[in-house]
C-alpha cells in the first residue's frame, strides 16, 4: 500500500509540474528546466505524423517452353478472339509486349516479330488456363503445344515456343506488361525464346482474375 501511495503521490506530482510547465510559472527555475528537459525527450504530435508505412507486393513468376520440327494435325477454322474485359486493356498490354519484343530483337540485329492471330488465340487459351495450372502441361495433363489441336485453330508449325508469365496486377496495364516483359527479359530460357533468330510470328495471350495478370507468348514459324 505504501508503494501505491508513493506512486500515486509521483504521478500527480509530475502532472502539476507539467502543467505549471505549460503555463510558464516556472520558467527560469530549477524545476521548470527539469521540466523543459523531459517535455523535450516526448514524441509530439508531429513526430507521429511523420511516420509512414509503406508495403509494395510484386510477386513475379514465369515459365519457358521450346520444341521444334513435330507433326500435327491441320484444322481448317477461324481464328478465336481475345479474351476482353472492362477491367484491363487487353490490346495494350498486347501491343506493349509486342513492342518491346521487337525494340529487343531490333538492338540484337534479329528481324521483328510478326503478330499472327493464331497464335494470339492459342496463346489466349493457354493464359486462361495458366489460372489453373500454371505450367506448360495443360490442365488436361497433355502437352502444351496440343493447344494448336483446338477448334478454331490452325498453325502448322515447323518450330514453336512459350513463355508463361503472371503478376499481381498493382500498376497501370502499360506498366504491368513491361513488368512481366522485364521478368522474362531476366530469366535465360525465356530471354532465349524471345531473341531466337528462327522465330517468325508472335501471339500474346492475356487474362485478369481480378488480382492477377497471366501473359503467355507463343512463338511460331510455320512449316
Known amino acids: 500500500m505504501k508503494f501505491i501511495r508513493k506512486l500515486v503521490v509521483l504521478l500527480l506530482t509530475l502532472i502539476i509540474?507539467?502543467?505549471?510547465?505549460?503555463?510558464?510559472?516556472?520558467?527560469?527555475?530549477?524545476?521548470?528546466?527539469?521540466?523543459?528537459?523531459i517535455v523535450s525527450y516526448l514524441p509530439s504530435t508531429t513526430d507521429f505524423d511523420r511516420l509512414t508505412i509503406s508495403f509494395d507486393q510484386t510477386p513475379f513468376s514465369s515459365n519457358s517452353l521450346t520444341r521444334q520440327?513435330?507433326?500435327?494435325?491441320?484444322?481448317?477454322?477461324?481464328?478465336?478472339?481475345?479474351?476482353?474485359?472492362?477491367?484491363i486493356d487487353v490490346d495494350l498490354i498486347e501491343q506493349t509486349i509486342i513492342q518491346l519484343l521487337n525494340d529487343l530483337r531490333?538492338?540484337?540485329?534479329?528481324?521483328?516479330?510478326?503478330?499472327?492471330?493464331?497464335?494470339r488465340a492459342a496463346a489466349t487459351i493457354r493464359a486462361i488456363e495458366t489460372e489453373e495450372l500454371f505450367s506448360?502441361?495443360?490442365?488436361?495433363?497433355s502437352e502444351t503445344?496440343?493447344?494448336f489441336n483446338e477448334?478454331?485453330?490452325?498453325?502448322?508449325?515447323?518450330?514453336?515456343g512459350e513463355n508463361l508469365g503472371m503478376a499481381t496486377h498493382y500498376l497501370s496495364d502499360e506498366e504491368?506488361?513491361?513488368?512481366?516483359?522485364?521478368?522474362?527479359?531476366?530469366?535465360?530460357?525465356h530471354y532465349e525464346n524471345m531473341i531466337r533468330p528462327d522465330f517468325e510470328e508472335?501471339?500474346?495471350?492475356?487474362?485478369?482474375d481480378g488480382e492477377f495478370l497471366y501473359a503467355t507468348q507463343l512463338f511460331g514459324t510455320q512449316r
Do not use: C
Not at 510547465?21 to 521540466?35: E, R, S
Not at 513435330?70 to 476482353?84: G, H, K, L, M, V
Not at 504491368?176 to 530460357?189: C, K, P, T
Open 69 to 87: 520440327d513435330t507433326e500435327q494435325d491441320q484444322i481448317e477454322a477461324p481464328a478465336i478472339s481475345s479474351e476482353q474485359t472492362e477491367d
Open 106 to 119: 531490333e538492338e540484337l540485329g534479329a528481324d521483328p516479330l510478326k503478330s499472327n492471330d493464331m497464335l
Open 176 to 189: 504491368m506488361a513491361e513488368l512481366i516483359f522485364n521478368g522474362w527479359v531476366e530469366s535465360e530460357g
Open 202 to 208: 508472335i501471339g500474346i495471350g492475356v487474362h485478369f
Open 17 to 37: 509540474g507539467f502543467w505549471l510547465g505549460t503555463t510558464g510559472l516556472l520558467n527560469g527555475t530549477t524545476a521548470g528546466n527539469w521540466m523543459n528537459t
Open 151 to 160: 477448334e478454331g485453330i490452325h498453325y502448322p508449325y515447323r518450330v514453336a
Open 145 to 147: 503445344f496440343t493447344v
Open 136 to 141: 506448360h502441361t495443360r490442365p488436361d495433363g
